[in-house]
């Protein structure tokens, strides 16, 4: 399994803004498939929140975020961002990245069982 280093997590306003990144430990980043974040709350199940497909940038958003957070994805830096703006506190949870499990080119899952590999992930925090 590939494994990741998330970072850029901490405790934030609502309203304020957050940057994760993602960079693989041991591997690079080009030879990765497709590229999702996930978070997991406290007493819930792992969500997908944003994914970007591993050539051509196509990017998918959960409905709970779009418009607010932005994936992006730099081969030549080894790294993922995620770039969430307008947190809420419904946003705290911890944020993992993962590698799909199949070749996405063109599009990219949110689906949880796509996903096999994953980080120790950052806490977010969205409290007054």
């Known amino acids: 399994q590939l494994q990741f280093v998330e970072s850029g997590g901490g405790l934030v306003q609502p309203g304020g803004s957050l940057r994760l990144t993602c960079t693989p430990s041991?591997?690079?980043?080009?030879?990765?498939?497709?590229i999702a974040w996930f978070r997991q709350a406290p007493g819930k199940e792992r969500e997908g929140v944003s994914c970007?497909?591993?050539?051509?940038?196509?990017?998918n958003y959960a409905d709970s975020v779009e418009g607010r957070f932005t994936i992006s994805r730099d081969n030549s830096k080894n790294t993922v961002y995620l770039q969430m703006d307008s947190l809420k506190p419904e946003d705290t949870a911890v944020y993992y990245c993962e590698s799909s499990k199949g070749t996405w080119h063109f599009s990219c899952p949110l689906g949880p069982h796509e996903y096999d590999s994953w980080g120790q992930g950052t806490q977010v925090t969205v409290a007054s």
């Open positions: 041991g591997f690079t980043l080009a030879s990765a498939n497709a």
């Open positions: 970007i497909s591993k050539t051509f940038g196509r990017t």
